[in-house]
């Protein structure tokens, strides 16, 4: 099913499902080179998600703001491949959303627990806005904060479950957006826990 967000934004429901143990076990993987870290705003608070990276680049944060590096910030090692099946999957829902031959070459791990949220902001630090972010649901359902392009602008409130997908570009890649709380019951398989994989064109 197809719920349309805006005129380039689309939720793709379930279709990440039948994939989803797959994707579960690569997150394993890449967790073993890879390991989940608290990043800090440019202002020093610590983010209430854990997160890493996979891809030529990935996404950090040091006191002078949010970039995208080449190692992992503790081990200093190069970030593992991202795994074929997540981007022969994002391609696909790209292409479905009218995006074609999306190439992601980073994609970021998001861990969400019940005390996680993220706050509205903007992602705008890739080179080419005009690349599409495709991102994948895993584990407990959250509420989704789909807002404007203003800050200001009043969000509207979208579930995101288990096996989702979405997919945004053109018009709407600057919208504002972020994740209220999570929601519902625990994950049969990952527990009292989300991950949301978001697959990007950063260089
Ligand atoms: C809308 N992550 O990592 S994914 C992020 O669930 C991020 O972890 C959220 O926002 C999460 O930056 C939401 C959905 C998403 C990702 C990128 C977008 C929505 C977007 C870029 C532009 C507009
Ligand atoms: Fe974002």
Known sequence: QRVALGPQAVVLRQKASPLA???V???????QHSPLYQMATPGGKPLSVRTTSCGTHGWSSDPTGYSYVRH????????????AAWSA?????AQEAGFAQFA??????????????MALHQDRSEQDLRQP????????SALFLWGGMQRSD????????HGDMVVWGGVDRLRFHGIKHLTGAPHPQL???RYNLTLRRAR
């Open 72 to 83: 992992h910030p503790l081990t200093d090692q190069a970030w593992p491949e991202i795994p």
């Open 89 to 93: 999957l994002a391609t696909e829902a």
């Open 133 to 140: 972010v495709v991102s994948i649901s895993l584990g407990m």
């Open 25 to 31: 076990a690569r997150i394993e993987d890449v967790l």
């Open 191 to 193: 527990g009292a826990m």
């Open 21 to 23: 143990a797959e994707l």
């Open 104 to 117: 992601p070459d980073t994609c970021l791990i998001n861990q969400y627990g019940l005390d996680s949220k």
């Open 154 to 161: 009043k969000p509207a409130h979208v579930l995101l479950h």
